[in-house]
């Protein structure tokens, strides 16, 4: 059941979320009724949410046997301080290396070190202002599509398209026109999958689990060799210029002297088209939620917007004046952060700063969605306030309150190029269109790989009146 009351007369509805149960699903409900644990996030109980770390245990398997971690002290001890101590949980990894093998999401050791290395410059914020014209020029395409089609539509799936021809151009040599339905369809069939996968891990023992979960994305991993090697034939006849993917290609040669392999192009090309479009298209399919929940807060974009474009598209040169946008996605991804739950595996026995000892072999749970909702350090922490960004309350919180990217060494490499994405597709619709969802009440979040709307969010997309916006698209 969704907390979907205004507590307050007059305001806003509350974004949707889970009821919190009064406990933690344990052991026999796991065995019982597993579909309570394949969205994770409707079993966090709400003592959860305002708990510096609490033990909890799901499924069957050693592996589910952890303690979730609440104090922004030891989450950076956990992500930066003491990081060696603290690799990537076994079966987070095993639900996602059959799909995205060693991309630069799932690698460790020397292999990650070295992608890592050649990825960081590109998405470096000076880098990824070049790309600025290209996100404009896309998102100005993709208004035009939706004002076009008269009738209701799946932003998210627009979301979707746009966003693979940005990570398409941008990222790996290639234009995806002709695969973006093909690319879309695989990324979703693989993340419907992810029930399974989750109930497998928590349920199986490693041999089985693991022979499970790679005969269930093997479908989703066929199709994605089959892009694989498309892409890698357009890298190799056009080679356009300095894009991540034609990087990573030359560096091979130099220190090989061979090629990269399909297998190894297609986990970097899986890794990016989850991690570098599914995750901008489905923050800005939740932004479309919000605004359409709260609409006095679309009109506040479109007047900043206004004001700052006169009319004409947005550039890189703009962002700093879209406070108020970019305090919206902000409070987006603290209400529906991507990555909703961050597992790490204890080497060695760890006395942490939340004052416990944490065991070898101890499963750390961090919440991203827990700690944006965390009752001590968020004010009315379930209601839309993009406010909180503009005042003095963000500036006061702890580092690790607030980790829609990670933290430490594995942030997400991405999140500058991701950030400047969606700030400027974001503006971008706002100065030409009124978007609204026409479906908010099915709307729930689903923890899968990333965490989605539990439906297609339908939408209506009508052209700003010429009185008020400027500019024509």
Known sequence: MALDEASDIGLPPLPARPRPPRKAPGLSAALLKPKLLTNLIASFPDVWYESDYSDFRIGVANAGRGTLINDPETIRHILVSNVENYPKDDNQLAILRPLLGDGLLTASGDVWKQNRK???????????????????????RSVGRVLQKNRAFSIDSEMTRLTLEIIGEAILSSDL?????????????????????????????????????????????????????????????????????TRLMQATRADTGREMTIAQVRDEVATFLLAGHETTATTLSWAWYLLTLNPDALARIQREVDEVTEGRPLTAEDVPSLRYTRAVLDETLRLYPIVANIMRTTIADDDVPAGLTLRAGRTVLISPWVMHRHRRYWHAPDRFDPERFLDERAKALPRYVYLPFGGGPRVCVGASFALLEAVLILGTYAQYTDIRVIN???????????????????????????RTRTGDI
């Open 118 to 140: 050649l990825a960081a410059p590109i998405f470096q914020h000076s880098s990824v202002r070049e790309f600025a014209p290209l996100f404009t020029a896309a998102a100005r």
């Open 177 to 245: 026109s002709g695969d973006i339905e093909g690319i879309a369809e695989t990324v979703t069939q693989t993340l419907d999958k992810f029930p399974a996968m989750f109930l497998a891990a928590a349920l199986l023992p490693p041999r089985l689990r693991d022979g499970f979960l790679e005969r269930l994305v093997q479908p989703g991993r066929r199709q994605l060799d089959v892009f694989a090697r498309k892409i890698i034939q357009q890298a190799h006849d056009g080679g356009r210029g300095n894009t991540l993917l």
């Open 440 to 466: 908010t009440v099915d709307v729930m979040p689903q923890a899968r790989i990333v965490l989605r709307p539990s439906v297609r969010l339908r939408a209506i997309a009508r052209a700003r009146s010429p």
